[in-house]
């Protein structure tokens, strides 16, 4: 471990984690690996795509199925260690100390989701949790939930944060993740000691005005709304059923050119110029027009026409609209040489003319507010003893090797155990912490393990998050979940994310 220097930290301790007095790493910003994930404008189209097409991304999202089992043989004793004094940050509101006992687990509001697009560019979930910081606005979750390890991008595409989500509900919002933080030598090295991130998001948003009608000039004052719906175009036979669905939308007349109908009729279009092909495909082959309705116009040029001087007949012209062509005068007898006229042959046709609405909606989203605000966050304990026992939250799914099919992933569960040190060379994690649990899936990944939960409260201090899971006695069934040590250094990291400001992606027009 490298040398920190020591800073006091103001605040008070939990009951049996620290002494009153509190003594926290300083942080080097060369430890910090910071990566943007979306601007403001772009956090408007984010929240569009996930609740675009009535949340389909959402409702399609399949749990993450990157780096999670973890093969048991490589799960062994390892020797996590404190780098400086043990330190916590209290929860948001619960900075003074409580003291309140429930014997039920009351499931905290500050665990959700995030959804992002993987390398296979297909719409994939894990667990994280709302934590403390300055603005309200972070998050915590498994490094690898945000930095994409498969396609070596820099991280995962339109990440976002839901808290509470419960089959394409979004309770709270959806929090847009503005920018990434991680360890160094996870962003470079992938190393499993820190595998974990902290994400700062924007403020929620819930979409408004569902399907609300605007006029065309009104839709294009909020351009950044088309994401999430575009205008809706419909093509009707007549003018009157046009005009009985036209609503705040515009009509603009549509030529059928499947269907030829006689010059004058009703619903029919002008004389249109159309190509000699086209003349052929209407006629069936043959050269006769069909009066009124395909129609051919000949003109005799003279043989010295700019159109026709110096070149071989027959050719088109460049649109196909105008076919030249040259007439043999067969010459009487006795006579030569023979004769040429020229002509040019134009081409056109009547069509029926349908009558295309299109028609604008727009939905607009309302600001929410802040994270932590809605939904509180908890705090972080680091350099902890290895033993204490933790609650881990999170939304496990999927079956056991063995079959078993345990969770769903679709309802947020919890465990309960004491924290023992782990090593898993497979992930490069030689100071990783373990704790028995039955959570299953790629979806308990990010799973939040809470030291000191308090019931009634519904907030402890985040001391781990879920990066692997195994079967440790060889039994077919996943019984352990591990996490990297929770150390000066990760505390670095959360410094470094807690201080960034984010704000609305709401734009004001």
């Known amino acids: 471990m490298k040398q920190r220097v020591l800073l006091p930290l103001g605040g008070l301790a939990a009951a049996g984690l620290l002494s009153s007095a ?54 062994s004793t390892g020797g996590p260690a404190a780098d400086t004094k043990p330190g916590i940050v209290p929860a948001i509101g619960d900075e003074k100390k409580s003291t309140a006992r429930s014997k039920n687990v009351n499931l905290p509001k500050t665990t959700g989701k995030v959804f992002f697009i993987g390398a ?60 990434a933080y991680t360890h160094y030598d996870y962003d470079v090295y992938e190393d499993g000691d820190r595998d974990y991130a902290f994400v700062t998001v924007y403020n929620g948003v819930l979409p408004d005005n569902s399907g609300a009608e605007v006029s065309e000039s009104e839709y294009r004052k909020y351009p950044r709304t088309r994401a999430l719906r575009k205008p809706e175009v419909r093509v009707y036979e007549t003018r009157a059923e046009a005009l009985a669905n036209k609503g705040k939308g515009t ?16 619903g029919s279009s002008d004389w249109l110029g159309v ?18 309705k395909v129609e051919r116009t000949d003109t005799k040029l003279a043989a010295d026409d700019p159109a ?29 040489p023979a004769e040429y006229e020229y002509y040019v042959s134009e081409f056109c046709a009547t069509y029926d003319l ?67 040190a782990a090593s898993a060379a497979a992930i490069k994690g030689e100071e990783l912490v373990g704790v028995k649990s039955s959570f299953t899936g790629e979806g308990s ?24 899971l ?16 929770f150390d000066g250094e990760l505390y670095g990291v959360y410094k470094a994310a807690a201080n960034l400001w984010s704000g609305s992606i709401v734009p004001k027009y």
């Open 308 to 336: 026709v001087k110096d070149r071989t007949l027959p050719y088109s012209s460049s649109d196909g609209k105008k076919y030249y062509w040259a007439k043999e005068i067969k010459p009487a007898e006795g006579e030569t």
């Open 470 to 485: 195994a079967d440790t006695d060889k039994n077919n069934r996943i019984d352990t979940s591990v996490s990297p040590y």
């Open 445 to 468: 990944i990010g799973s939040s393990w809470l030291l000191n939960y308090n019931n009634g409260r519904r907030l402890g201090y985040l001391n781990g998050v879920t990066i692997g």
């Open 275 to 292: 190509t000699r092909g086209e003349y052929l495909r209407l006629t069936g082959g043959a050269e006769e027009q069909i009066a009124g």
């Open 120 to 179: 296979d560019r297909e719409p994939h979930w894990c667990t994280a949790t709302s934590v403390q910081s300055n603005y309200r606005n972070l998050v915590a979750t498994a490094g690898h939930c945000v930095y994409d390890t498969e396609s070596n991008s820099a991280t995962l595409d339109k990440w976002v944060f839901i808290p509470g989500y419960y089959q394409a509900k979004t309770p709270w919002g959806i929090y847009v993740g503005k920018q």
């Open 251 to 266: 009509i603009e007349e549509v030529v059928d050119t499947g269907h030829v109908v006689a010059h004058g009729t009703p």
């Open 354 to 420: 349908d009558y295309k609405v299109t028609r604008y909606f727009v939905r607009t989203f309302t600001d929410v507010g802040r994270l932590g605000d809605n939904v509180g966050g908890q705090g972080l304990a680091y350099n902890q003893k290895i033993g204490k026992p933790v609650h881990v939250f999170g939304y496990p799914s999927g079956s056991h090797p063995d079959g078993n099919y345990a969770y769903t992933g679709k309802t947020l569960k919890w465990s309960y155990g004491k924290t023992f």
């Open 22 to 75: 509190l003594v926290t790493p300083a942080h080097a910003s060369g430890d910090v690996a910071a990566k943007p994930l979306a601007s403001q404008t772009l956090a408007w189209e984010i929240a569009a795509f996930w609740y675009g097409e009535d949340k389909a991304n959402l409702i399609g999202a399949t749990p993450y199925d990157v780096e999670t089992k973890v093969v048991a043989k490589h799960v």
